[in-house]
């Protein structure tokens, strides 16, 4: 019997992803027209003897994420449950802290993929390779390569070529280790809580020692319990034989800024070909004309002389008018693009309106660790007091007037603009 574990963090993580994540929690950002997290269930479901998935992450319950569990439990036939941290543990934290439920029933392994990660998920393929080393002691992280500049923003892993043994592991180094990274996605035998135990423990005796030693009281079994699978778990694991590496040929990506939910969604929209091709909107009389890959909601209403593709995405009782352009983009629920308007490398949020004849217009800004031309997500906003040009983002409920062009920025929430922007955040 196999589990598997999704980690989706928590609400003060994924700043970058503002404004978008101000209305969701941003594992239930749509992405291809599903949740981001969704991609990773359908993954796990795949996989013969897996037989729950378990969510953890500190977001509060709440009615959109309720609906999301219930909807995929009766879509996917299998049970699906959340489990709410009572704060930020980690991604080592969070699995310890919950380990009777992940051990309940007693798993062979069990998988944890982390939520802001865009991939085929081999996951068949790593649990076959796992298998191959037939040991109960050994762990498996699957990585993929990188140039040497963008490989400074993800852990790095030295690997036997022969073996696949993880010999060295560093997170984020400051200078170039390795061009193998690591992907986020592991699987686990249950005696990895052993070595997690062993940090817990150093952790309470740590924090014992620093308040006897200020002589001041403190709630050390919470903060002990924050652990990092990367660096405190990995960093140790590696050179002592239990720790392998799965090399994947798939493609793969972060999702940390707006700008990789876009890239995230071309990925997803290119896999559909082969493996949803129901999904994808086929050119047909008397509709729209559709270049590449294209997700139409049936409940989208799209007038015949619009022009969408390739890599677009169109959510939920959206509106595109007539002779509409739509080039790698995502247009939310209820949005509505009035005729002849032109939206290109952008997001248009939830119930946004953009007005005739005008043009939203943002710079790719693709997360490629493969492309050493690539803007890396961990990069700032800002750059020499300047907006950094990337993908243009209206928050929800945003208007946006006839005949205006607003280029790479980004809107908050609620506003109705009244003129052009270019570079700038508009509060």
């Not at 980690?90 to 802290?97: A, M, Q």
């Not at 649990?127 to 040497?148: E, P």
């Not at 500049?149 to 560093?170: F, M, P, R």
């Not at 919470?222 to 660096?231: D, G, M, N, S, Y």
């Amino acid at each position: 019997m196999l589990r598997a574990v999704i980690l989706i963090g928590g609400p003060q993580k994924g700043t970058r992803f503002r404004p978008l994540s101000f209305e969701v929690p941003k594992p239930l950002f749509p992405v291809a027209g599903v949740p981001m997290v969704q991609h990773h269930i359908e993954a796990c479901t795949k996989v013969p003897n897996l037989k729950e998935i378990l969510l953890i992450g500190f977001y509060q319950p709440n009615e959109a994420l309720n609906h999301f569990l219930v909807s995929a439990q009766q879509e996917f036939k299998i049970p699906i449950r959340y489990l709410q941290e009572y704060a930020a543990l980690g991604t080592g934290g969070g699995i310890y802290h919950f380990r009777d439920q992940i051990l309940s029933g007693n798993p062979a392994a069990f998988f944890v993929l982390n939520a802001d990660v865009c991939s085929e998920f081999p996951l068949e393929e790593m649990l076959a390779f796992h298998r191959q080393r037939g040991s109960s002691d050994s762990f498996l992280m699957l990585g993929t390569t990188a140039n040497r500049k963008q490989s400074l923003n993800y852990g790095c892993i030295v690997a036997n070529a022969d073996t696949h043994e993880v010999l060295h592991y560093v997170e984020k180094p400051s200078t170039f280790v390795s061009e193998l990274i690591n992907c986020g996605i592991y699987l686990f035998t249950p005696t990895i809580f052993h070595h997690i135990g062993e940090v817990f423990q150093r952790n309470q005796q740590d924090l014992l020692l620093y308040s006897y030693l200020r002589e001041e009281s403190t709630n050390g079994w919470q903060r002990a319990e924050a652990i990092r699978l990367e660096q405190d778990i990995f960093t140790a694991l590696a050179g002592q034989g239990r720790l392998f590496a799965y090399k994947t040929e798939g493609f793969w990506s972060q999702i940390k800024s707006a700008g990789s939910a876009i890239y995230a969604n071309r990925l997803y929209l290119s896999c559909y070909s082969q493996c949803h091709p129901e999904r994808l909107t086929q050119n047909q009389p008397g509709g729209p004309s559709i270049r590449g890959n294209v997700y139409i909601h049936p409940t989208a209403s799209v007038d015949p002389s619009a022009v969408l593709g390739p890599n677009v995405s169109i959510g939920k009782g959206v509106t595109i008018g007539a002779g509409v352009r739509v080039r790698e983009s995502i247009i939310l629920h209820g949005a509505s693009l009035q005729d002849h308007t032109c939206v290109l490398n952008s997001i248009v949020g939830w119930d946004s309106t953009v007005g005739r004849w005008a043009r939203v217009e943002g710079t790719p800004s693709d997360p490629n660790p493969n492309d050493p031309y690539a803007k890396i997500d961990s990069e700032t906003l800002f750059r020499d007091g300047r907006l950094t040009p990337s993908i243009t983002i209206l928050g929800c409920n945003v208007t946006i007037p006839a005949e205006v062009v607003i280029l790479n920025s980004i809107v908050l929430p609620h506003k109705e603009l009244s003129r052009s922007f270019k570079n700038q955040i508009i509060l």
